[in-house]
């Protein structure tokens, strides 16, 4: 997706699009009216400690007569708008639910690669109860992309996604595509499931939401990158509309629904939700639901639990015994990050907020035994010991990729990822 | 006064960097480039020295294929007034510019723009070279100061005051003007290049330049014949006396 999105940039430069990429919107500007009229970039070159370093630069306001936002899945300004707008509860939309994909891109044997084929499996190495999967594309120049989706509403606090991967990857069927390679990149990033019944009015007053953050990812397809560019398209279209013809916004919303985005989704609304009873069920029921109903069955399930309520008291699970990484196949956590070309300038404060910083302490450690410190896919979330013997919570802001997990599947909610300063994050190139 | 600064677009130092499979050098499709850190040092000296109303102009040039126009377009967000660009891609010769190459080149530039100050970073974060600032300032025939931590100019009397990182210590020069400065980490932090001066330096001028134009040929002097990877570290061995580490010291290692 890295290379299609700068390929992307190539085409709307030359059409005249200005792209300013390194700079972070971090905050909704409103006008007295409550109308969304732009974003405003975070000031830079801010220290640890919230002082200004020699370099410090303000942030700027970028006002526009339409903002949209595409910040991919739990965007952190979209977030803002749809509770500030209600626009879930404006159609009556679930809550939204995730999963969190981890990926990596080998380099693999010429004998062993096949442009263009593509391995999806289920189950191994993730239990009946929780649902997800893994994925092996086969690209160009040898290169194979490999990767496991674990959905976040996963209810064992002692599940490691990123440990899972690693175990996925010894499996023989897995194994014998990689050994040999060499992995070249490595990164993490939490994609949408709730589909159909989880889209949220995606129109406000000065702007609209587009792709993930909204939305459109067809899960029993495993694609959202088609949805999520027809709806840039239909905003565009509605866009101009707003802009030269005297039309409203709102059009956005009328369009996606005649389109074949909201058809494509309807048909596929009920396969994810069906997990919820179990692995067995599910596939049952996605059996009946694609060769018999084919999607048009007359009752809509709902999602269960929202992800960050599903997690269970760590007293009703055990831990469990990973496998230590090989360092060939499977890898421990800063070898990956190494991967992802990770970085943040480490003198700035840290862009994940703790909303009650006591409850890491009083909630998290002791009821669900510290489950970011499992699910991050970049070992931020540490509890160490402090001087008295004390379990602390240490946030390694430096290492974050970004990928929103501790936003979404925080017990308490208390994680609220925001953006760090401008230009620091993954990098991408490959993935 | 005019102020001359060159930099170069390497590949970011954040990325991890891979060797090609045929090892005729490293991976660099799909990688993020940025300016040479030493570079940006050197540009922020520059447009230090101009705001402290020592200098009229900055100039940044840039010598390689068309995507060093990006790297300029950088260096004149920060502040710097015009860009020039050495236009190597036609030349079939130039692909691979070695810093003779460059210093001819720059030499050729100062002939035609007669900055009082050649600033550059001490070396590029790619070939860790450091060679190109003391080459042009031995082909200009012009007074030196490398690896400056601290740069002092002085208008009426036309010289720089130089502190150097030296591997004793610390060295003070007085360069007569004008001269040439090579930048080391501890001069100055570069600044930020802020979204509105990005935007105003799109319109900002890069004048760009052929090899024939600017009359200087050039053969290709170093040839890269292989590039590998280091050799994996072993991993360490812990010895249970004092004697067996003698004893390895001698016999293993063979040094004592």
Same mark, same amino acid.
Not at chain 1, 46 to 49: F, G, S
Not at chain 2, 122 to 131: E, P
């Given at each position: 997706l890295s290379q299609l999105v700068r390929w992307l940039g190539i085409k709307a430069e030359e059409l005249g699009v200005e792209i300013y990429p390194g700079f972070a919107a971090s905050e909704i500007l409103y006008d007295s009216n409550h109308k969304v009229v732009g974003i405003a970039t975070n000031d830079m070159g801010?220290?640890?400690?919230g002082s200004k370093r020699e370099t410090f630069q303000r942030g700027v306001e970028l006002k526009g007569r339409i903002t949209l936002l595409a910040e991919g899945c739990r965007g952190s300004l979209s977030q803002k708008i749809m509770g500030n707008y209600k626009l879930r509860e404006k159609v009556q939309a679930q809550h939204q639910t995730f999963a969190l994909g981890i990926k990596e891109v080998w380099e693999i044997d010429e004998s062993k690669h096949k442009p263009g084929s593509v391995l999806h499996t289920i189950g191994w190495p993730l239990d009946h109860k929780t649902y997800g999967g893994s994925f092996v594309y086969h690209m160009k120049d040898r290169q194979v992309s490999v990767g496991l989706v674990v959905a976040l509403?996963?209810?064992?606090?002692?599940?490691?996604p990123y440990e899972e991967f690693q175990k996925l990857k010894h499996h023989p069927a897995i194994k014998r595509i990689l050994e040999g390679g060499t992995v070249i990149q490595y990164g993490a990033r939490t994609l949408n499931e709730g589909g159909l019944q989880s889209i949220p009015y995606p129109v406000f007053p000065g702007g609209a939401i587009i792709g993930c953050s909204a939305g459109f990812l067809n899960v029993p397809k495993i694609k959202g990158t088609h949805t999520a560019m027809k709806s840039g398209m239909l905003a565009a279209e509605a866009t101009y509309g707003a802009l030269h013809e005297g039309a409203c916004m709102e059009l956005y919303w009328d369009k996606l629904q005649k389109s074949w985005i909201l058809d494509e989704l309807y048909r596929a609304r009920n396969f994810r939700p069906a997990f919820k009873y179990g692995l067995i069920p599910g596939l049952a029921f996605s059996a009946l639901e694609h060769y018999i109903l084919r999607g048009r069955s007359p009752l809509t399930l709902k999602h269960g639990k929202p992800d960050h309520e599903a997690t269970e008291p760590a007293s009703l699970h055990s831990p469990i015994q990973y496998p230590k990484s090989d360092g060939m196949l499977s890898f421990d956590v800063p070898t990956s990050l190494y991967r992802s070309n990770t970085n943040h300038v480490h003198d700035q404060p840290a862009h994940l907020h703790l909303r009650d910083p006591a409850i890491p302490k009083l909630v998290n450690l002791p009821h669900y035994a510290g489950p970011e410190s499992r699910y991050c896919p970049a070992r931020v979330y540490e509890y160490v010991q402090d001087d008295k013997g004390q379990p602390e919570l240490h946030i390694n802001a430096q290492n974050c990729l970004h990928c929103k997990a501790c936003d979404i599947k925080d017990p308490k909610q208390n994680i609220e990822w925001t953006v760090p300063e401008?230009?620091?994050?993954p990098g991408y190139l490959v993935m | 006064m005019k102020i001359m600064v060159a930099v170069k677009r390497v590949i970011d130092y954040a990325v991890k960097i891979r060797v090609k499979s045929d090892k005729t050098g490293v991976e660099m499709n799909n990688v993020k480039m940025s300016m040479n850190p030493f570079c940006e040092i050197a540009l922020e000296e520059a447009l230090r020295i101009k705001e402290a109303g020592f200098a009229t102009e900055v100039i940044a040039v840039s010598m390689g294929p068309a995507q060093c126009v990006d790297t300029l377009r950088t260096g004149l967000a920060m502040g710097a007034d015009r860009a020039i660009h050495v236009d190597t891609s036609t030349s079939s010769s130039a692909t691979n510019l070695t810093p003779l190459s460059v210093a001819k080149l720059l030499k050729k530039l100062v002939d035609l723009e007669k900055p009082g100050l050649l600033i550059l970073g001490? +070396?590029?974060?790619?070939?860790?070279?450091? +060679?190109t600032g003391q080459m042009v300032a031995g082909l200009l025939k012009w007074p030196q100061g490398t690896f400056a931590s601290k740069v002092i100019l002085d208008k009426e009397k036309q010289v720089a005051t130089v502190e150097r990182e030296v591997d004793g210590g610390l060295e003070t020069l007085y360069l007569d003007l004008p001269a040439v400065i090579t930048t080391d980490l501890r001069l100055n932090q570069p600044r930020y290049a802020t979204l509105p001066n990005i935007m105003k330096a799109k319109s900002k001028v890069i004048k760009k330049v052929t090899l024939e134009e600017l009359g200087v040929e050039i053969k290709p002097d170093l040839e890269i014949v292989q590039v590998t990877e280091p050799p994996k570290r072993k991993a360490g061995v812990i010895v249970s006396s004092v004697d067996e580490l003698i004893d390895k010291l001698k016999n293993e290692a063979h040094v004592i």
């Open positions: 801010v220290a640890k400690d509403d996963y209810h064992n606090p002692y599940l490691n401008g230009g620091g994050g | 001490k +070396q590029a974060i790619d070939d860790d070279c450091n +060679q």
